[in-house]
Each structure stands twice: as structure tokens, then as C-alpha cells.
């Protein structure tokens, strides 16, 4: 310890400090460019739009992970924030002299100063402890008020919901917000913005301490803050970001009805966050990247698109409790001791025959599926490309023999990569 | 004399009909040094609940600096400057140790809850921190997190969180509790170091791991102080040696 005691503490901070100014910005660059670009590459309209929902989804999980993953707070209710941000810029949209005289892209500001409004309100007593008390009074605040969206016709529209068109707002710049691509500029450049608030937020006192009385709230009262009033901060600031999502999701759509308000959405946010990983800033994001995907790419190729979304998000719970980002993160030691070449190999030979074994139980999931709902007389289905009668015996047994042969090839080869994982994560040795 | 740093008077608690603490009388002086010992059972723990307000007394008055603490909430008694640690370690595991020190300087520094500061641009935050790193010897284990620290690191650092603070009463429940020997030595080597100048309470089971350290030491058996006086006389006082240190000699035995 007396050795350690030489090395100069103040050193680190500086190489923290240098390092953090250089290395903190590349990623923001890199996202706004790669934002900027992403339409060069998918140009159509139905890529645009699920770009579009990608961002929207995006600011709603780093929003909702202000409360679950860094303050510690599980919602079941927290799309009530997002879709009562989102009913007041619809009607902000629909008032046509207020509305003429404000630029499109300011609109979401609303959306979040209304969610932030309700957060105010909600806040104030929900906030009074964290774990199962807190859950529940946001599912029962989340059910009241998307409850109300049938009874208070005048402000939810009932089932029918409320629509509005975007382009009655002043021109930006002369931009009208009429094409797909304006608002996917538009929707970016909020992204771009709300994220970088966010990380920002969390490298405040008031974020710094989010974590601490998320990890221990008693300890936290003992250096002076309140835990209460910690967890209020970052739910109302968690409200804000989430009614700037409902506002983009107005400008998108425009139209909200009781969807945006329901449990529904907010499991799902839930999911999305919990998919990409709740311990890293940029982990939901990836679930929100990863979860369009499935919900739009992945439902056109097959009716249970929520199926495989629910195996995907009780395996991530089950095996990678750190999610999509603590998947990736897991990696860092071995990369840094330069030793993560070694997993090539044993990636390849564990991970393709997984992977092919799961596509023949899929496969057997759909035949299964086929079979059951198909339309009687209709026994023909196409799947990976290859049509066949589902009511014969044949597909069945290719479907499950590449199912066993799959998996079992993976499991045979899998203590090699655990084994070569443990060797990629020891210090020294031949490399 | 001066304001006591620490005045309790009449200081009772019940759970249920179970008396824990039956009214305890004890002035405790500025920059004092002062343990409170008793066997098991005793209360100890009981004691600086109240006194920190984890707990809410059923009878009797905690003055800090002459100022009633009846009402205030533990983040509102820190705030005027007393401090604790806990028996059972009470860190923030998941941070860095870093970190955990940082959050302790929060407040004490002015940053409240404000979100227009970023806490790495703070000079004198990192500074302060590193500077209680270095005095509890944790500067090597900056970075990592503070569950993988020891046992007796993890002790340091709940000494060192609560130090941070500037807090100029200190209070710390058992923190020797666990610790082997030499760790022991260490430990009350650093709280030596660190609380010079401050008021010190401190609660102990050992009576030995206190003597050389404390200005006085109060006896607690039973909810109340049975001796209050300086090292040499509690070890003398028949009471004391019937009550507590027989109770602890047949312990060992």
C-alpha cells in the first residue's frame, strides 16, 4: 500500500480531465453525422419512418432510464408523461392563430414543458420513496389518466383521439414540414439535443446524486440531500424529455389517441429500456434502435414479431441482466488487454450454429403457428424463402433436425469459448 | 463552559413496551474525544439513531450546538454539521470510490441541487476529493468500484465519506467492527488523524480499542450511562467492572 501511496493522486484527474474533453465529444459528433447521412442511404419513405419512430423511441428511453437506470425508480406509467406532452401540442396544433405564429421545430418544447408540468404534480407525492411504492402509484397514476381519455372527450378525444396537421405552423426557414424528410431532420436534430441534455443532466450534482440515492438512499441523506427531493428532480427532468418525445411523436404522426397514454406503452418502454441495458448511457438507445427494428422490420416478415420480442427480452433479463450495453461492454477488458482477437474463432464456432439451431426453432414456431391458424385448404407457407405444404411431415423434420444440430454443435463448442473468454480476460500470458 | 459541541437530556426510547434507551443525560464538550462502550444489547446503536434522527426519540431533547434537533430530518442534521457512519457499511457500492467521496463534498461545497453545473469541470470538487483519498490511503483504488474494495477498505472509505463533508462532529457507530488486529490499529490510527480539531463520538464495544484515543468515555449498559469520566477512572469504577467488563471477561472465557 506504502508504494501505492507514491503515485501522485492528483494525476489521474488530470489524464481524466484532458481525456474526457477530446474523447466525451467524438461520440456526439459521430451521431449527429451518422444521423445526417442515415437518409443518403435509406431513402425511402417507409425507412424514414422508421427512423423516425427510432428517434422518437430513443428520447423516451434515455428519458425513461433518467428514472429506472440512474435513479433507480421503476414507472409502470411513464408513457402518461410522453402522451400528455404529445394531447398538448396536438392541441396546440390546433389552435390555428397560436399556431401560425410559432416555428414547427420549437413545438416539442411544449410537449416537454407539459409533460414536465404533470411530473411537477405527480411528482410531488410519488416520489416519496423509491421500489414497489413508487412502482405502484405510477401504474395507478398511468391507468387513471389513460382512463380519463375516455371520459375527458374534450382534451383525449376519446377513442378516436385527437389529429392535427403539422404544416399550419409558420414555415422554418421557409420549410413547411410537408415531407417525410423535413421532419426526420427535424426529429434528429432533437434527438441530437435531448440526448445531450440528458448526459449532461447526469454529470450534474443533482444527476451525481441521482445514483448515489439510487444505490443507497439513507447513506445519501446522511451527506445532506434529501432523498426525496433528489428523486423529484430527476422524475420531473425524466417528464420533460418524455413529453418532448410525445411532442415529436405529434409532429410525426399527428395524431395521439389512448395508446399513448396506456400500460401498454409504458411495458414497453419498460422493455425497450431494459433491452438495451439500464446501467449505460447509451443503453437505451440501442434498445430503442433494436426494438423498431423488431416492431417494424421483423412484423412484416411474420405475425408473432411480439413473440420473439418477448423470448428476446426474458433472455436479456435471464442471461445479460446488463442488457445490450452490458453485452458490449463486457468486452472492454479483453480489448484492452489486447487480447480479444482470441474470441474470433470461438465466437464464429459457437455463435453461427446457435444462431442457425434458433432460426430452426423459429422455424418450428411458424409451421406450428401455420398449421394451427392457417386458412383451411391453404396448407402451402413460405418460409426463408422456400415454399412448402405445412401439413406434410418432410419440413417438420428438416426444421427440427437443424434445430438439434444447431444447438447441440453449440454446446459442444461452447466450453472452448468459455474457455478461450477466460483466457482473453487474464492479464499477461502469451497473446 | 461553552455551548456543549453535543447535549442530550432525558433521552428515552421504547419500542413497543421494550425500553432501549432509558433516559440518558450526557454533555459532550467542543473537539472532544469521547467513546461510548457497553456490551451487546446495550443500546449503543439505539443511542446514535436517535441522535442522528434514524430514529425518532419517545422522550428527551439532542441538542447540536445549543439548536434542538426534535423535528429535523437526517439530511437537515447533517447539514449542520454532524456526520456519521454506520456498524454495518453504508456505502454507495455500484460508484467508483472516487465517486463516493465526491458525493460526500457535494453539499458541504455549496452545488445543493443544482443541474447547471457539471461536476467533473469543479476543480475544487476533484481536488477535495482526491485530498480525503490520499488521507485515508484509498488514492490506488480511485477508480474502481466501491463494493470490490476490502472489507477494511470499504471501512476506510465510510470513515473517509464521512469526514468529507467537513462535518466538525463526527460520529461513528463501531468502526472497527470485523477488523483483525492490525487492521484495528489502522483504522483507529486514521480516525485519529482525521478527526483532530473536530468532536468526536464514537461508539466501541472493546473498551481496549478506545483507551488510548478517547478524552472520556460513557458507559452504557442496559439504555443508560452508568459512568461517564476519563479512560483511567471508567477502568477503575467497580460499577463499570461489575457491569461490563465482567460481562466481557466471561464473554471470553
Redesign the interface.
Same mark, same amino acid.
Given at each position: 500500500?506504502n508504494e501505492?501511496?507514491k503515485?501522485d /493522486?492528483?494525476k /489521474?484527474?488530470q489524464r481524466?480531465?484532458a481525456g474526457?474533453m477530446t474523447l466525451s465529444l467524438a461520440p456526439w459528433i459521430i451521431a449527429a453525422v451518422a444521423m445526417m447521412a442515415l437518409p443518403m442511404i435509406f431513402t425511402n419513405n417507409s425507412a424514414l419512418t422508421i427512423m423516425n419512430q427510432m428517434s422518437i423511441t430513443i428520447i423516451f428511453a434515455l428519458a425513461y432510464n433518467m428514472l429506472l437506470g440512474q435513479g433507480g425508480m421503476l414507472s409502470f406509467g411513464h408513457a402518461v408523461y410522453a402522451g400528455v406532452g404529445g394531447f398538448f401540442c396536438m392541441h396546440l396544433m390546433n389552435m390555428s392563430d397560436f399556431f401560425a405564429t410559432i416555428p414547427l421545430p420549437i413545438l416539442p418544447l411544449f410537449g416537454g414543458l407539459f409533460g414536465m408540468g404533470l411530473a411537477l404534480i405527480v411528482g410531488s407525492f410519488s416520489t416519496r420513496s423509491a421500489g414497489t411504492v413508487f412502482a405502484m402509484i405510477s401504474l395507478g397514476v398511468g391507468e387513471l389518466i389513460a382512463a380519463s381519455s375516455v371520459i375527458v372527450v374534450a382534451f383525449f378525444g376519446g377513442e378516436e383521439g385527437i389529429s392535427g396537421d403539422r404544416t399550419y405552423a409558420q414555415p422554418f426557414f421557409g420549410v413547411e414540414f410537408l415531407q417525410q424528410i423535413e421532419v426526420y431532420y427535424l426529429t434528429a436534430a432533437w434527438v441530437i439535443i435531448s440526448a445531450a441534455l440528458m448526459y449532461? =443532466?447526469s454529470?450534474? /450534482?443533482?444527476?451525481?446524486?441521482a445514483?448515489?440515492v439510487r444505490?443507497?438512499p +439513507?447513506?445519501? +441523506?446522511?451527506?445532506?440531500?434529501?432523498?426525496r =427531493?433528489?428523486r423529484y428532480?430527476s422524475f420531473v427532468?425524466s417528464g420533460f424529455f418524455a413529453g418532448v418525445s410525445g411532442g415529436l411523436f405529434a409532429i410525426n404522426y399527428e395524431i395521439l389517441t389512448e395508446e399513448n397514454l396506456n400500460a401498454a406503452s409504458s411495458g414497453i418502454i419498460l422493455l425497450v429500456t431494459f433491452l438495451g441495458g439500464v446501467g449505460f448511457f447509451f443503453g437505451p438507445i440501442i434498445g430503442a434502435v433494436v426494438f423498431t427494428l423488431v416492431q417494424t422490420v421483423l412484423s412484416l416478415q411474420t405475425e408473432l414479431w411480439a413473440f420473439y420480442a418477448g423470448c428476446l427480452f426474458v433472455a436479456t433479463v435471464m442471461f445479460f441482466p446488463g442488457g445490450l450495453a452490458g453485452l458490449i461492454m463486457m468486452h472492454v477488458p479483453a480489448v484492452k488487454l489486447g487480447k480479444w482477437k482470441l474470441l474470433i474463432m470461438p465466437y464464429i464456432k459457437t455463435l453461427i450454429p446457435a444462431a442457425i439451431g434458433i432460426l430452426g426453432l423459429c422455424a418450428l414456431v411458424e409451421m406450428t403457428f401455420h398449421y394451427r391458424h392457417g386458412a383451411t385448404g391453404d396448407n402451402e407457407m413460405t418460409l426463408f424463402w422456400t415454399t412448402f405444404d405445412s401439413h406434410t411431415l418432410m419440413p417438420w423434420l428438416i426444421a427440427a433436425a437443424v434445430t438439434v444440430i444447431g444447438i447441440g454443435i453449440a454446446r459442444m463448442t461452447a466450453p472452448s469459448l468459455k474457455e478461450a473468454w477466460d483466457e482473453a480476460n487474464t492479464m499477461g500470458g502469451a497473446s | 463552559m461553552s455551548v456543549p459541541a453535543l447535549e442530550l437530556s432525558g433521552l428515552k426510547k421504547s419500542f413497543g413496551k421494550a425500553e432501549i434507551i432509558r433516559g440518558i443525560d450526557l454533555d459532550i464538550g467542543k473537539a472532544e474525544r469521547h467513546a461510548i462502550i457497553g456490551p451487546n444489547g446495550a443500546g449503543k446503536s439505539t443511542l446514535f439513531n436517535l441522535i442522528t434522527a434514524r430514529f425518532a426519540p419517545t422522550a428527551g431533547t439532542v441538542k447540536l450546538h445549543g439548536e434542538n434537533l426534535a423535528g429535523l430530518e437526517p439530511f437537515q442534521i447533517n447539514r449542520k454539521g454532524l456526520s456519521r457512519s454506520f456498524q454495518i457499511t453504508n456505502i454507495f457500492p455500484k460508484m467508483s470510490v472516487f465517486e463516493n467521496v465526491r458525493c460526500a463534498l457535494l453539499w458541504a461545497q455549496g452545488y445543493k441541487y443544482s443541474f447547471w453545473n457539471l461536476v467533473s469541470r469543479q476543480r475544487a470538487l476533484t481536488e477535495g476529493a482526491d485530498a480525503i483519498l490520499e488521507e485515508i490511503n484509498l488514492s490506488a483504488r480511485r477508480d474502481i468500484p466501491a463494493g470490490m474494495l476490502s472489507y477494511a477498505e470499504q471501512r476506510a472509505l465510510e470513515i473517509g465519506i464521512t469526514i468529507a463533508g467537513g462535518a466538525n462532529v463526527i460520529m461513528l457507530d463501531e468502526p472497527t467492527a470485523g477488523m483483525s488486529n492490525t487492521e484495528t490499529d489502522y483504522i483507529m490510527d486514521l480516525i485519529m488523524r482525521v478527526t483532530e480539531g473536530k468532536t468526536l463520538i464514537m461508539v466501541e464495544h472493546d473498551m481496549g480499542v478506545v483507551f488510548g484515543l478517547a478524552d472520556r468515555i460513557s458507559v452504557l449498559v442496559y439504555g443508560e450511562i452508568i459512568a461517564t469520566d476519563t479512560p483511567e477512572r471508567v477502568r477503575a469504577d467497580p460499577k463499570v467492572q461489575e457491569a461490563y467488563l465482567g460481562a466481557a471477561l466471561e464473554a471470553e472465557h
Open positions: 500500500m501505492q501511496l503515485t /493522486p492528483t /489521474p484527474a481524466m480531465r474526457g449532461l =443532466w454529470r450534474t /450534482p443533482v444527476g451525481r446524486m445514483n448515489a444505490d443507497n +439513507e447513506r445519501a +441523506e446522511f451527506l445532506g440531500y434529501s432523498a =427531493w433528489v428532480y427532468a | -
